[in-house]
């Protein structure tokens, strides 16, 4: 027989064990590839998820020029000049252009925004008539109005309404619409395309392009650059950031299409906050590689000590006949790269057919699909050469040397890559405005893997020689025997070990970074979101003339759904400048949960200022009588002048407006006169029914004609006028002052006065320890938005403030704030003045998605709405602890394959010959052999469990907190050891181990009892 002849015939004759080996090859091959295509693709696709779900000031750059006189050249133009700095077909450029000015559309005074978008059949949709087209004649310019602004204004398809001085322009209204998201990027925040109105401007009219520069009026141009994605996936990600910093850069030119443009939106920011997070779950990716190839590495050392065995006694025919080991040895490789490159082949076939399938385009690269099975194959060569040249499977103490000395390496190993993790803080950072990854922490969840694993081996060797010693004192032969053959046949059974281990060190590992990620993807949300949708409005830091209502939820509802307004604020607190987060804190535990309950808890003032409006009250009569004019004490009836007011009301929440007080005759109340003025309430202002308390009225005094005798810049003495104001209907709110000219503002209360104690807040641990505060301190706040100080004092210490965005952060009631800063008193400077606005409603509800398309709808004045969404990393990391499943099933599979090989490579008949001539029961004989495969396994799975605990308790926070963008600096992590999934791959090992066990059991019972056979 000639030798090629020979060695087919040989690998026939262990098929049985070849075909173990291709197959292991081939999925050491497949799921590397699948690993790194999915994972990355995937987590490419979660970061667009991700960017969907930001704001859209957050999700897109504008750029904003004042439109030119050639509209259309001016949009190709600056369209060209941002395209050519970004990658290829990596972001749409949407170009809109829009005016301010007044229709004629039966309403005294109304404005209107006139707008050209030519992209807007794409996002949106008609309710009524058709989308116009460029005009071709002369007469009505075609207009599609959004569908509340036009029901609001009383317009209908087919009506014309004149726009500009004069009527310089007429629209015919050709269709109504509706946009598709009005929450989506391409709007960047007007809130006129969700609801019809932007603080009071109605709108959108669109008319075509061309027709924009005959609105009169100042047109402004923008040009929205939104990321493209391709099969779910971003675009060039890292050169679109790079291109929109380019953007940037060039409107700070003199010359060029973008010199002296503006530009808003953190498009850029987000994208490199979402790099982070791919960049870690890339980091997960490499980690369950790299597990994984050691897996099979384990497995295919089985698989050849297994087959060799089987060859022994060939071998020795061979030998026998003249074959040396080296032949032996060169046969057994050239056997091997027959067999690992077919499975190889098929590996990689597999994985690119599953990538292809499974997602979004994830087709491995061509050096990966090459490289993998290169190597897979030279270490299915290298690993077989080395088992074959070998000539027993016992372990000497050279053997327990060499696996005690790799033990001792890989531990030290572990230790210092955790401590390199634990020293950089993450595994992967943004540094100088790239990111990097730190090999050395990046691969410690490796090293702890396999050391775990390499412990759990050597300490239940360890255990086995020292019982197998303790044997000849035991009574009972047959336990004995079990452990004299384990300690015996260590060295084959320790690969088994070595599989089930980091089996089962892989699955808790992948289960407790899910977990541990989702608590700081819970806590990151809580403390930079805070509720589960946040709705933020434009417009001034303090409240103004008119009433002033926080975004409008009215069209928020759902079952279950609560909301609040909330204030956003900076306040200087000793030297640092910190966020304040001022709510009502009888909202805080329905809106945040326990956080807000722990946030807001004794913040809360007793009782409320001023005096209360009967429920359903719309309309406040108040009667003002205005004294003479008095100079020293005498009256000056030569003083001519008349007195101003405004009405401070506040609801329930807190939530504060400064009404006009008018008479019929819209006259104001003269020196030494009585008017009876009234107010209307806001009918806008909370989804819940609105009860109004009254605060203050607010008189300003002025003078037509002063006496000749008065000079306010020489005289100390000053024209004092007494004023007095009363409630129609409510007693209590009553009072009187007296107003100095050229005096400050004087408020007159109606009713009871704001606390009389500073204001309680609540401070983060990190603020408390910084200015060394605890409960009762004093601390003095400077308010940006009303640049007053707020005297308060510490009523809790909290860990963190939700929604603030910062370990330094500042917790107050709204209600007691606002009282406080229009009545004034102890806590806000003693007197009345600014009084800040409340500019964020808070809701929460049990389906975030469809409150946040609500609010957007009904969103009033520009602002942006977000979710909890917006810091999520579930998307994008998911496919990396996806991966990091996949190999623990892989390790499992493996673990039971080499667990049968071992059963099989077990099974001698000689055994059962043996028990029975011992008088071994055959009951007992297979009680023995279960114990015999089983006790390993059972070791090695608790061997595993706490080797995953351990990876999981030292690694899986810092990649935790690398992975959820926002989370770095800003929460800590406590990782999560145990979880339900924790035990899923110990479950399965121990059943499937259990199960095989239990055959052979039954197996060599029968053979026991018919002495030998089988």
């Given amino acids: 027989m000639t030798r090629p002849r020979l060695l087919v015939a040989r690998a026939r004759a262990r098929l049985a064990l070849l075909v173990p080996v291709a197959s292991v090859v081939a999925a050491a091959v497949a799921l590397p590839l699948l690993a790194i295509g999915l994972g990355d693709a995937g987590a490419e696709s979660g970061a667009a998820t991700v960017l969907a779900a930001q704001p859209a000031r957050a999700a897109a750059t504008v750029v904003t020029e004042q439109l030119g006189d050639a509209p259309t050249a001016q949009a190709r133009r600056v369209r060209a000049a941002i395209a050519d700095r970004l990658p290829a077909d990596s972001a749409d450029v949407t170009w809109t252009a829009s005016v301010t000015t007044a229709v004629d559309a039966g309403s005294a005074g109304q404005e209107a925004r006139i707008t050209a978008v030519p992209s807007l059949p794409s996002a949106a949709h008609v309710v009524s008539g058709t989308w116009p087209a460029e005009p071709t004649t002369s007469g009505p310019v075609p207009t599609a109005v959004q569908a509340d602004a036009a029901q609001r204004l009383g317009l209908r398809v087919g009506d014309t309404v004149a726009v500009g001085p004069r009527s ?5 209204v050709a269709a109504t619409w509706r946009a598709h998201d009005a929450g989506a990027a391409v709007w960047s925040g007007a809130s006129d395309v969700g609801s019809g109105t932007d603080d009071g401007v109605a709108g959108p009219f669109v008319v075509p392009a061309r027709s924009i520069a005959d609105v009169p009026g100042t047109a402004t141009a923008t040009w929205t650059t939104t990321p493209t994605t391709d099969r779910g996936r971003l675009v060039a990600p890292d050169g679109l950031r790079r291109g929109l910093s380019a953007v940037t850069a060039a409107t700070s030119g003199d010359t060029g299409a973008l010199a002296g443009a503006d530009v808003s939106g953190t498009l850029p920011a987000t994208l490199a906050r979402i790099d982070v997070g791919i960049a870690t779950a890339r980091a997960l990716v490499r980690i369950g590689v790299a597990v994984a190839a050691v897996l099979g590495v384990v497995a295919v050392s089985v698989l050849f000590v297994l087959l060799r065995d089987a060859r022994s006694r060939e071998d020795a025919l061979f030998t026998a006949r003249g074959a040396t080991r080296a032949q032996l040895v060169r046969w057994t490789c050239l056997e091997t790269l027959v067999v690992a490159g077919a499975g190889a082949v098929v590996g990689a076939v597999v994985a690119v057919v599953l990538a292809g399938l499974l997602g979004h385009g994830a087709t491995p690269t061509v050096w990966a699909g090459v490289l993998t099975p290169v190597i897979a194959v030279v270490v299915a060569v290298a690993t077989a050469g080395v088992v074959a040249a070998r000539r027993t499977s016992s372990v000497g ?24 993790l634990f020293t950089v803080g993450v595994p992967v950072s943004r540094v100088r405005g790239q990111v990097q990854t730190d090999p050395i922490a990046a691969v410690s969840p490796v090293v702890t893997v396999f050391a775990s694993a390499l412990v759990t081996v050597v300490l239940v060797g360890v255990v086995a020689a020292l019982v197998a010693r303790a044997v000849p004192r035991w009574r009972r032969f047959l336990p004995g025997l ?4 384990l300690a015996r046949t260590w060295a084959s059974t320790a690969p088994v070990v070595v599989l089930v281990a980091m089996a089962v060190a892989v699955g808790g590992l992948a289960a407790g970074l899910a977990a541990t990620t989702s608590a700081v993807d819970g806590a990151t949300a809580s403390a930079v979101v805070g509720p589960a949708v946040r709705v933020t409005a434009d417009g001034d830091d303090a409240v103004e003339d008119g009433a002033t209502v926080v975004a409008p939820t009215a069209g928020v509802s759902g079952r279950d759904t609560v909301s609040t307004p909330v204030l956003t604020d900076e306040v200087t607190a000793g030297d640092r400048r910190v966020p304040l987060v001022a709510m009502p804190a009888a909202a805080a535990t329905d809106v945040l949960g326990r956080a807000g309950a722990a946030a807001f808890q004794g913040v809360a003032v007793p009782g409320r200022a001023g005096t209360a409006l009967p429920a359903g009250t719309r309309r406040v009569e108040v009667t003002v009588r205005v004294g003479q004019a008095t100079l020293d004490g005498t009256p000056r009836s030569d003083a001519r002048g008349a007195v101003r007011s405004a009405l401070w009301v ?6 504060a407006a400064e009404l006009p007080l008018t008479a019929d005759d819209g006259a104001d109340v003269a020196l030494g006169e009585t008017g009876r003025l009234h107010a209307v309430l806001p009918t806008a202002a909370g989804a819940r029914g609105t009860t109004w308390r009254l605060l203050a009225v607010d008189p300003t005094l002025t003078f037509s004609s002063r006496p000749a005798d008065v000079d306010a810049g020489i005289a100390p003495a000053r024209l004092r006028v007494t004023v007095g104001v009363a409630v129609a209907d409510v007693p209590a709110a009553a009072g009187d002052r007296v107003l100095e000219d050229l005096g400050g503002p004087t408020r007159i ?6 606390s009389g104690r500073p204001l309680p807040v609540v401070v983060t641990t990190a603020l408390a320890a910084e200015l060394g505060l605890r409960p009762g301190s004093p601390l003095d706040l400077d308010a940006a938005s009303t640049a007053r100080t707020l005297h308060t004092r510490v009523a809790g210490v909290v860990e963190r403030v939700p929604g603030s965005a910062s370990t330094t952060a500042v917790a107050a009631d709204l209600p007691a704030l606002v009282d406080a800063s229009v009545l004034g008193g102890p806590a806000v400077d003693g007197t009345a003045g600014a009084v800040p606005r409340a500019d964020e409603t808070w809701i929460a509800g049990p389906d975030p998605t469809t409150l946040a398309a609500q609010a957007a709808r009904h969103l009033t004045v520009s602002g942006s709405v977000s979710t909890r969404a917006a810091v999520s990393s579930t998307p994008v990391l998911a496919p990396a602890v996806g991966a990091l499943a996949g190999v623990a099933a892989f390790g499992t599979l493996l673990a039971l394959l080499a667990f049968v090989g071992g059963v099989v490579s077990s099974a001698d008949p000689q055994r059962s010959a043996t028990s029975r ?5 055959p009951a007992a004989a297979g009680r023995a052999r279960v114990a015999e495969l089983v006790t390993p396994v059972v070791a090695a799975t608790l061997g595993g469990l706490v080797g995953g605990g351990v990876t999981v308790a030292t690694v899986a926070a810092p990649f935790a907190i690398a992975a959820v963008p926002g989370a770095t600096g800003l929460v800590t992590a406590d990782p999560v050891v145990v979880s339900a999934s924790t035990f899923l791959v110990p479950v399965v090992v121990l059943a499937g181990a259990g199960l095989l066990a239990a055959v052979a059991g039954r197996r060599t019972r029968r053979a026991v009892a018919e002495g030998g056979h089988r």
């Fill in 168 to 172: 310089a322009l007429v629209l015919r």
């Fill in 397 to 420: 103490a050279t053997g327990t040397w060499v696996a005690v000395v790799l033990t001792v390496a890989v531990v030290a190993a572990a230790a210092f890559a955790t401590w390199r």
């Fill in 482 to 485: 079990v452990v004299r053959r």
């Fill in 650 to 655: 506040v609801d329930q929440d807190g939530v």
């Fill in 749 to 754: 209360p109606l009713g009871a006065a704001a």
């Fill in 917 to 921: 001539a011992l008088g071994v029961s």
